[in-house]
């Protein structure tokens, strides 16, 4: 359906509703607050829309909003109400809206689930790790070997980022969002520049839109071979480990060469791009790639090809696709349970129209299908550069504009990070700055979904499940 056939669906059930719609993908809907029963249970069971997220914007009243999105036709809906009291409960219509609830009124600190019986007792793990790990605790419950039950309490690494977004200069804000969660500095990165420029009505040069892409993908790129050795490591395949911790290597050198930085911060930038790039970085770019991309693939076979690995793997830390679409999953962790979504597709944004055109999946959502999907999108991400960079026929210099926002506009944007969808709102206010900003991070959901993957498997397995996952602490706390 499109956005127009939805108004006009909504207007035959005779509510008391306003529409706007924004920003040609983005339809808003204004609805009393007793209303939004009934509205989301039509937008969930009638049209099929995909839940994101519930958020409050404040102002003189709050203002609560139900984010849902409809991926097949590339638009949002979001459904609001004013409200005096608590949000309302939606978790009977939407399992994960007491997250989202819980989140809004800032009660994180629930009580843990006892077990009783012969043979149940419980283990505490963290929130201090070892090494260099985020803090988290994780509270096992166990019946004999199999876990019965696992309870994740994050927020340790709260930091207020999105409080703080509203104190900074939009031209600045960019700097923020890229510490959100460092290892998707791109992505956050490129999820600001979209907002800017979607709330301006503002493009770039192609150009600019294969070079951002470029730097998405190799971030995409490090990141998976960090994931695809972790599991090596977890396992104790060791040779699989180090290399792809060389792969990783090599890569962040590169992006030191063409950035300036390892994590290519500060690159991505409304309007423009933030660094020069020319004949010779895309040199670098094409013969680093290629010198890795056969020792990378035949990494991926040894490891898929090993008994002792394919033991450890397979059948383990298994998610069904009705639970997965019941948490909210998203990325590759979903489209490992035969969830088949992807930002890129979706919602296409710089040049991914013309280079993605198929969404990886694999069905029984365990270890060794996360690990196949991780594999199968490093291997995309080389051919997406290489794509990428046939668009760059020119050298591209550094372009970072000053810009300025109206009060009052409002938009949201996707993007696929290395975690999954990460969707934000922003709504501008005076002085250049924005009275809101909300990030809904992949981690956030997907963390949920790692509490489903270990039931019945043992303590053991837990890291190698966790290291499957992968999830952020710091982008779910922020």
């Not at 909003?65 to 638009?75: D, E, I, L, Q, T």
């Not at 420029?197 to 892409?213: Q, T, Y």
């Not at 500060?266 to 004949?279: C, H, K, Q, S, T």
């Not at 990378?296 to 690995?309: A, D, P």
Request: proline fraction near 2%; charge should be neutral.
């Amino acid at each position: 359906m499109k956005i127009t056939d939805i108004i006009n669906s909504l207007q035959e059930l005779n509510f008391d509703l306003k529409y706007e719609v924004k920003n040609d993908n983005e339809l808003y809907v204004r609805i009393k607050a007793d209303q939004i029963r009934k509205i989301v249970l039509i937008c969930v069971d009638l049209y099929k829309f995909n839940y994101i997220c519930e958020f409050t914007v404040a102002e003189k009243e709050t203002t609560v909003n139900c984010v849902f999105s409809n991926s097949k036709r590339g638009y949002y809906v979001i459904c609001s109400y004013v409200t005096d009291k608590e949000p309302i409960d939606l978790s009977n219509i939407i399992y994960q809206s007491k997250l989202f609830h819980r989140e809004i009124n800032k009660d994180y600190d629930y009580k843990i689930k006892e077990v009783s019986g012969t043979g149940a007792y419980q283990v505490a793990v963290g929130p201090v790790h070892a090494g260099i790990i985020e803090p988290g605790h994780f509270r096992f419950s166990v019946m004999g070997e199999p876990i019965e039950n696992l309870e994740i309490k994050l927020m340790y690494k709260y930091r207020g980022i999105e409080k703080l977004c509203k104190d900074i200069n939009a031209n600045t804000l960019n700097l923020m969002f890229e510490r959100v969660s460092g290892e998707s500095s791109v992505a956050y990165g490129e999820a600001y520049a979209m907002l800017v420029e979607k709330l301006l009505g503002a493009d770039v040069s192609i150009e600019v839109k294969a070079f951002r892409v470029v730097l998405l993908e190799l971030e995409r790129m490090y990141n998976y071979m960090d994931d695809l050795g972790g599991v090596g490591n977890d396992i104790g395949y060791s040779y699989v480990a180090k290399k792809f911790g060389y792969f990783s290597e090599v890569v962040h050198q590169l992006c030191e060469r063409i950035s300036g930085s390892r994590y290519m911060r500060n690159a991505i930038v409304p309007l423009g791009i933030n660094i020069d790039f020319d004949e010779k970085k895309k040199k670098d770019v094409l013969d680093t790639l290629k010198g890795l991309k056969a020792r990378v693939l035949s990494i991926i076979k040894m490891s898929v090809n090993s008994v002792s690995f394919l033991d450890r793997v397979e059948d383990t830390g298994m998610v069904s696709r009705s639970m997965a679409k019941k948490l909210c999953m998203t990325g590759v962790v979903a489209r490992a349970c035969n969830l088949k979504y992807d930002v890129r597709v979706s919602f296409p944004y710089e040049l991914y129209k013309e280079i993605k055109r198929d969404i990886n999946i694999e069905t029984k959502g365990g270890v060794f299908e996360r690990y196949k999907l991780k594999a199968r999108e490093l291997k995309d991400a080389f051919g997406f550069i290489e794509k990428a960079l046939s668009y760059i026929n020119v050298d591209i210099r550094r372009e970072k504009n000053e810009f300025y926002l109206k009060e009052g506009l409002e938009a949201i944007t996707s993007v696929e990070t290395v975690k999954g969808e990460l969707v934000v709102y922003g709504l501008t206010g005076k002085d250049n700055k924005f009275d809101r900003i909300y990030f809904k991070t992949p981690s956030f959901t997907n963390w949920t979904g790692m509490s489903e993957a270990v039931l019945e498997e043992i303590i053991p397995d837990f890291p190698l499940i966790n290291k499957s996952f992968n999830m952020s602490y710091s982008e779910n706390d922020k």
